[in-house]
C-alpha cells in the first residue's frame, strides 16, 4: 500500500514538472488552480498548420501546487476515480515520516514529500494513440502503471499524448528533450506532427510526407530532424523549422529502415533490410563517409535500432530467418564484430526499443504486448497482458538522460553562418547544405537558385508548396521558384512575355504572379479557388476553373480582379486547362458528372476562346487529370490518375486510344497517380505524384501503342516528393489577334474569335456607350424560371414489360437581372431519365453571382401495374414477370393439348389473347386468379393498379384520373355465368342478399375500425371514393399498402 500511494504522488508530480498541468504557483486561497492536463486529438490532416491548446483533463486543483512550510516542501496529489473516470480536490499535508491517504467513492486522494522525482517518461506508439507513464522499472499493463518487479496495478490510468482519428495508424517516434518537442508519424493520413510537451499543442509540420517514414532520429544539439523513408528510398534531414530540407543519403531497403542518431559523436546509424539479409550502416551527419557495418544473413527484418549515448552502445531487435524468434542484441558502436545477445523469445517480434539506464523497454507486436528486460541479468521484469486491441510499435524514453550535453560543450553549428542547413561533421568543423532547388554558392554558407529563363519545365509539389524549375537543356540543373507564403499550389502557368509565373493557391483562394526568381510577387486574383490556369499568350487573357462556383473564367491579364464567367453550368471538377492559341480552344478535363446509369463520368471537353462551340470531345468512367495538346498534328493527350494511363484522340479523324505508361504501382497502396503531362515537339513529360522524378516518352510510342525497353525514361534528378503537375515553357512565335495590344479597345475584356474580336464586361458590369459599368451596387433580385418549370406533379404510367420509365422533357431555363445565372440541375446528365416505380422528386437550383437564389420543383410518380396469381392451367414462365404487358401460356381444362395465351392488361387483369378459346367452356375476357388445375370455387378476378399515395391526390387532374380508374374498374368486373336450371329470380335474391351483407359489414367494420386494429390495417378511404377491401398480406410488391387499391 505505501508503494502505491509513493507512485501516485510521484505521478502527479511528474505531471506538473513536466509541463503536463499549469504550473502557476500561488498562495492565493480564493484563486482556483489552472487545469491539469487531457488528451489532445491528433490534429485533421490538412495543409494549414493547426494548433490544439484544448486542456489535456478535467482534473482541477483548488490548492496550491507547492507551499512552504516549515521548509519542507509538500506536493498536491490530483487521484484519479479509476472506476468512474472522475477527479477530486487534493488534501494538502505535510508528512514526515507517514502518508496520509483520504478515499471517498474509490477516490484516492494522497500528499507525500517526495525526494527526487523522475524526470524521464516512456513513450509508445498503440497504432492509434500515443501514450506516456513515467519510467521507474515500470511498464503499462492494460492501461495502468506498473512500477517495481513485483508491483501491483495501481490507480491512474495511462495518460494519452496524441489520440488519432478515424483509421489512423501512427508510426514512427522521435523526440527533442529541450525543445518539448516529439514527433510523430501518421501513417494512413499522411503527415508528420510534433507535439509540444509544455504548450500542450499539435501542429502537422509536414503534410503527403510521412507515407513511407519508418524511423526518425533527432540530434538534440542542432535541432535537427532525420527520417529514413522507404517510400522514396531516401535519408532527409531537416533543420528544426521544417522550411528547409534535402535528401542526404539513398537507401534501398524494404519495410522497415529504421535510424538513430548519435549527436555527440557525430554519427548516423539505420538499417535496411534486403532479400538476402538485413545491414546496419554508418556515415557522419551530413550523409558523407557512409560504411556497411555488418550484415546479418540469418536475419528476416531488423525492427528498430537505438543509440545509447550513456553507453555508446547500439541496441537492434530482430527476428531470425528460420526459427522466427525475436531477439535483442547489441555491440559497441566503434566494434560491430563484437555482438553480444541480450534477450531471446520465440514467435516475438519487438519493433520498438527504448534504452534507460539497465533496462530495455521492448514493445511486441506479435504478442500484443510491451515487455521490461534488465540488460545486466537478462531477466523479464514485467510485460503486460495481452490485449487483442492492440498494436504497439515505436518506443521512446522521453529524458535528458538519453540526451546529455557534455560538458565544456562548443558545438560548431551554434551561431552557423549557413542560410538554410548546417551539418556538423566529426571534426570540429560543419558544413552547409541546401534544400531541393538550390545550390550552395561558392562561399559555402549562402543558397542561390540558379534559374534560367527559356526552355524549361515547370513542375509543382502542390502538398509541400513548392514550385520547380527543370532546364530542358540541362535536367540536372534544378531551381526553386521562392515564392514567399504559399499555401496549397494547385494549378501553375508561365507568361514568356513578361517572364512572370501565375500559379493558383486553392488554400489562401488567390492567383498570384511573380517572376521565376521569386520579385515582383503579388496577388492578382482574390476570392477564388482555381483548379486550373492556363494562359492566352497572344490575345492576353487569362482562363481559370473556379471550383467555388464551378465555372470557366476569363479575365485581361491586363486588369486584376474582374472576371466573366464563360460557362457556369456542368462544370463539376476541372483538374487541368490548356488555351492552344493555333487551334483558337480552350481544352479542360472534368470529373464528377454522371451518366444516365447514375456513375461517374470524365469529360474532356474544348470551347472557342470566346466560350462558343463547347463540345464533349471524350467520356469515359476514368479520372481525366493533365492535358497536353499537339496543335500541329491535331492531337490531344491526356492522363487518366489511377489507371496509370495516356489517352489520346485525334481531333480530326475522332479515332482514340490508349498506353499504358507502365511505371510500378506504389508498393504499398498498390495504385498510380499519374497527374501532369506537358508536350515539347514529339517528347511527352508526365509526373505521377507517388514517383519522385519527371518522366518522358515519345509520341510516337503512345499512338503505335508500343512499349519498347526504355521507352518511358527519367527526366532530371528524383529528388521531390509529391509531383502534382508539369507545364513546358518554350518561347513561340505565334501571330498576333486583335486583342493582342490594349484589349483591342475594349474596356475590360477582350474575346478572340476565328476572324475578328469581341468585348466583354466583367461580371457585375454591363456595357454602356462604350464602357462598362457596374450593373448594381447591391443586387437582391433572385433568379426566375418564368412559365419553364414543369408542373409540381405529374403522373406517367410503365409502358409494357418495363421496370423504369423514360422521362424526358426540356430542362427549365433561368434568367436573371445581372445576365449570368448558373443552373444546378438534379443530376449531372441532361434528360431524358429512366425513372423507377414510385415518387421521383426533381429540384433546379439557379444562382446568380451574388447568391440570390430560386428554384424550379416538380414530382413525378410513376404508376406501376401488375397481375395477381397466374391463370388456371398456366405453365412455364412469364414473359416480363407480372408486369403489365406480360404473357403466359395456360392449357384448357378439358383439353390440355391446347394452349391459350392470358396477356397482363393495363388494369392488372389476365386475359385472353387472340379469339383463341377453350371447347367446353364459354368465352371469356378474364380468368380466375387460381393457380390449380382444378375448377376454381370462386370465379371473381382480382386485379391491382398501383395508385400514388391519396395525399397527393390533390389536385383536378389527380380526382379526375381516379374517378375514371374507380369507373373501368366497375365496368369491368365480371358477371358471375349462370348455371343451366337456375332461375333468374333466384339468382337475383342472392345477389342482393350478398350486397347486404357486404355493405353492412363494410359499415360496422368502418364504424369501429378505431377498435378493431386488424380491421383497420386492411380497409382505407380516398376521400369520397369507393371503399375497397383486400387481405394486407396480398400487397407484397413492396409497395406501402396505403399506395394499393384492389378491387374484389
Known amino acids: 500500500m505505501m508503494e502505491i500511494r509513493w507512485v501516485l504522488a510521484t505521478l502527479a508530480v511528474f505531471y506538473c514538472r513536466s509541463g503536463l498541468c499549469q504550473s502557476n504557483v500561488t498562495t492565493d486561497a480564493n484563486t482556483a488552480s489552472p487545469e491539469t492536463a487531457t488528451p489532445l486529438e491528433a490534429p485533421t490532416p490538412t495543409n494549414a498548420t493547426q494548433v490544439n491548446t484544448t486542456p489535456m483533463s478535467a482534473v482541477q486543483s483548488t490548492s496550491p501546487l507547492v507551499a512552504q512550510q516549515n521548509n519542507v516542501t509538500t506536493t498536491n496529489v490530483v487521484a484519479i476515480n479509476t472506476t468512474k473516470g472522475s477527479a477530486t480536490t487534493t488534501l494538502s499535508t505535510t508528512l514526515s515520516a507517514a502518508i496520509t491517504t483520504s478515499t471517498n467513492d474509490d477516490i484516492a486522494t494522497v500528499s507525500i514529500t517526495p525526494t527526487s522525482p523522475p524526470e524521464h517518461f516512456l513513450i509508445f506508439v498503440d497504432k492509434k494513440t500515443a501514450f506516456f507513464g513515467l519510467v521507474s522499472q515500470g511498464v503499462i499493463e492494460s492501461g495502468r502503471i506498473l512500477t517495481g518487479k513485483e508491483a501491483d496495478a495501481i490507480g491512474g490510468p495511462f495518460t494519452s499524448v496524441v489520440s488519432g482519428q478515424f483509421l489512423s495508424e501512427f508510426w514512427a517516434l522521435a523526440f527533442d528533450y529541450r525543445k518539448n518537442l516529439v514527433y510523430y508519424t501518421n501513417y494512413n493520413y499522411n503527415y508528420l506532427g510534433v507535439y509540444n510537451t509544455k504548450e500542450r499543442s499539435h501542429k502537422i509540420v509536414m503534410s503527403r510526407m510521412s507515407y513511407g517514414i519508418d524511423g526518425m532520429a533527432v540530434d538534440w544539439l542542432t535541432g535537427n530532424l532525420y527520417w529514413i523513408d522507404t517510400d522514396k528510398n531516401w535519408i532527409i534531414v531537416s533543420e528544426p523549422s521544417f522550411t528547409h530540407y534535402f535528401p542526404m543519403q539513398r537507401i534501398n531497403s524494404k519495410v522497415p529502415a529504421k535510424i538513430t542518431v548519435d549527436a555527440v559523436g557525430r554519427m548516423l ?616 404487358g406480360s404473357e403466359v401460356k395456360a392449357r384448357c381444362r378439358y383439353n390440355t393439348s391446347i394452349t391459350i395465351t392470358y396477356k397482363c392488361s393495363a388494369l392488372g387483369q389476365w386475359e385472353i389473347k387472340g379469339f383463341n378459346i377453350c371447347p367446353n367452356s364459354l368465352p371469356s375476357t378474364t380468368v380466375p386468379p387460381s393457380v390449380h388445375t382444378d375448377p376454381p370455387k370462386s370465379k371473381t378476378t382480382t386485379s391491382t393498379v398501383i395508385m400514388p399515395p391519396k395525399t397527393d391526390f390533390t389536385s383536378l387532374e389527380s380526382m379526375t384520373t381516379t374517378k375514371h380508374m374507380e369507373s373501368t374498374l366497375k365496368t369491368n368486373i365480371p358477371k358471375k355465368r349462370r348455371s343451366d336450371g337456375t332461375s333468374g329470380g333466384v339468382i337475383a335474391l342472392i345477389v342482393l342478399l350478398v350486397l347486404g351483407i357486404v355493405g353492412v359489414t363494410a359499415f360496422f367494420a368502418y364504424r369501429y375500425r378505431h377498435k378493431l386494429p386488424h380491421i383497420r390495417n386492411v380497409i382505407w378511404k380516398n376521400g369520397d371514393d369507393r371503399i375497397y377491401l383486400a387481405p394486407n398480406e396480398a400487397m407484397d410488391d413492396g409497395w406501402p399498402s396505403s399506395n394499393v387499391y384492389t378491387a374484389t
Not at 550502416?281 to 525492427?303: A, Q
Not at 552557423?416 to 554558392?441: D, E, M, Y
Not at 467555388?548 to 462544370?571: F, G, P, Q, W, Y
Not at 514529339?682 to 509520341?699: A, F, G, K
Open 269 to 884: 546509424y539505420w538499417s535496411e533490410v534486403a532479400t538476402d539479409g538485413c545491414r546496419i550502416f554508418r556515415s557522419d551527419l551530413g550523409g558523407n563517409d557512409k560504411v556497411l557495418l555488418h550484415v546479418f544473413l540469418d536475419v528476416t527484418f531488423i525492427h528498430d535500432i537505438k543509440f545509447d549515448p550513456n553507453e555508446k552502445r547500439l541496441y537492434w531487435s530482430e527476428t531470425e530467418r528460420t526459427t522466427n524468434t525475436g531477439k535483442i542484441r547489441s555491440c559497441l558502436a566503434a566494434n560491430l564484430n563484437n555482438i553480444t545477445t541480450i534477450f531471446t523469445e520465440a514467435n516475438a517480434r519487438f519493433w520498438g526499443i527504448a534504452s534507460y539506464e539497465n533496462l530495455l523497454y521492448l514493445t511486441d507486436r506479435e504478442n500484443k504486448r510491451l515487455t521490461v528486460v534488465d540488460k545486466q541479468t537478462q531477466e523479464v521484469l514485467k510485460r503486460t497482458r495481452p490485449v487483442a486491441s492492440s498494436d504497439p510499435r515505436s518506443m521512446i524514453v522521453f529524458g535528458p538522460r538519453n540526451q546529455p550535453i557534455p560538458a565544456n560543450h562548443s558545438h560548431p553549428c551554434h551561431n552557423h553562418p549557413c542560410s538554410q542547413i548546417c551539418l556538423p561533421t566529426p571534426t570540429s568543423f560543419h558544413q552547409c547544405a541546401c534544400a531541393v532547388g538550390f545550390v550552395l554558392s561558392g562561399d559555402g554558407v549562402s543558397c542561390t537558385n540558379g534559374h534560367v529563363t527559356d526552355n524549361f519545365l515547370l513542375v509543382y509539389d502542390s502538398p509541400h508548396k513548392k514550385i520547380f524549375q527543370i532546364s530542358l537543356d540541362n535536367p540536372n540543373n534544378v531551381s526553386t521558384v521562392p515564392v514567399k507564403n504559399p499555401g496549397l499550389i494547385f494549378s501553375v502557368a508561365y507568361d514568356d512575355v513578361y517572364g512572370l509565373i501565375y500559379y493558383s493557391d486553392s488554400e489562401k483562394e488567390t492567383i498570384s504572379r511573380a517572376r521565376l526568381d521569386g520579385t515582383n510577387q503579388e496577388i492578382f486574383m482574390h476570392g477564388v479557388s482555381a483548379h486550373a490556369v492556363s494562359i492566352d499568350k497572344v490575345s492576353r487573357n487569362l482562363y481559370y476553373a473556379d471550383s467555388k462556383i464551378d465555372a470557366i473564367m476569363v479575365t485581361s491579364l491586363e486588369l486584376a480582379n474582374m472576371s466573366r464567367a464563360l460557362h457556369l453550368n456542368n462544370i463539376f471538377k476541372t483538374f487541368e486547362m490548356h488555351v492552344d492559341n493555333v487551334l483558337g480552344k480552350i481544352f479542360w478535363s472534368d470529373w464528377g458528372g454522371e451518366s444516365t446509369d447514375g456513375s461517374a463520368v470524365g469529360r474532356i471537353e474544348s470551347a472557342n476562346l470566346d466560350g462558343t462551340d463547347r463540345k464533349i470531345l471524350s467520356e469515359s468512367n476514368e479520372e481525366p487529370h493533365g492535358l497536353a495538346v499537339d496543335s500541329a498534328n491535331n492531337m490531344l493527350y491526356w492522363t487518366e490518375v489511377l489507371q496509370g494511363n495516356i489517352r489520346w484522340l485525334n481531333l480530326q479523324t475522332g479515332q482514340t486510344g490508349e498506353y499504358n505508361v507502365g511505371l510500378a504501382q506504389h508498393p504499398r497502396r498498390k495504385v498510380n497517380q499519374l497527374t501532369g503531362i506537358a508536350l515539347h515537339g514529339t517528347t511527352l513529360y508526365i509526373t505521377d505524384q507517388l514517383h519522385p522524378s519527371v518522366y518522358r516518352l515519345s509520341t510516337e510510342d503512345v499512338i503505335n501503342g508500343v512499349s519498347p525497353a526504355g521507352a518511358v525514361t527519367k527526366f532530371g534528378p528524383d529528388v521531390f516528393f509529391s509531383l502534382t503537375g508539369v507545364e513546358v515553357a518554350k518561347k513561340q512565335n505565334l501571330a498576333a489577334t486583335k486583342c493582342s495590344y490594349n484589349r483591342g479597345g475594349c474596356p475590360q475584356i477582350c474575346l478572340p474569335t476565328m476572324h475578328s474580336f469581341t468585348c466583354a464586361c466583367a461580371n457585375h458590369y454591363v456595357p454602356v456607350n462604350g464602357t462598362c459599368a457596374r450593373q448594381h451596387e447591391t443586387d437582391e433580385q433572385p433568379p426566375t424560371f418564368g412559365q419553364t418549370c414543369l408542373p409540381s406533379i405529374q403522373y406517367v404510367s410503365l409502358e409494357p414489360c418495363q421496370s423504369t420509365y423514360k422521362f424526358n422533357y426540356t430542362v427549365p431555363n433561368a434568367t436573371d437581372n445581372s445576365g449570368v445565372v448558373k443552373l444546378r440541375p438534379p443530376r449531372h446528365q441532361p434528360p431524358p431519365y429512366d425513372l423507377k416505380p414510385g415518387g421521383n422528386f426533381f429540384e433546379y437550383r439557379a444562382e446568380d453571382l451574388s447568391g440570390n437564389v430560386a428554384t424550379c420543383t416538380f414530382n413525378v410518380f410513376v404508376y406501376k401495374t401488375v397481375c395477381r396469381g397466374l391463370p388456371a392451367g398456366s405453365f412455364g414462365q412469364t414473359s416480363c414477370d407480372m408486369l403489365y
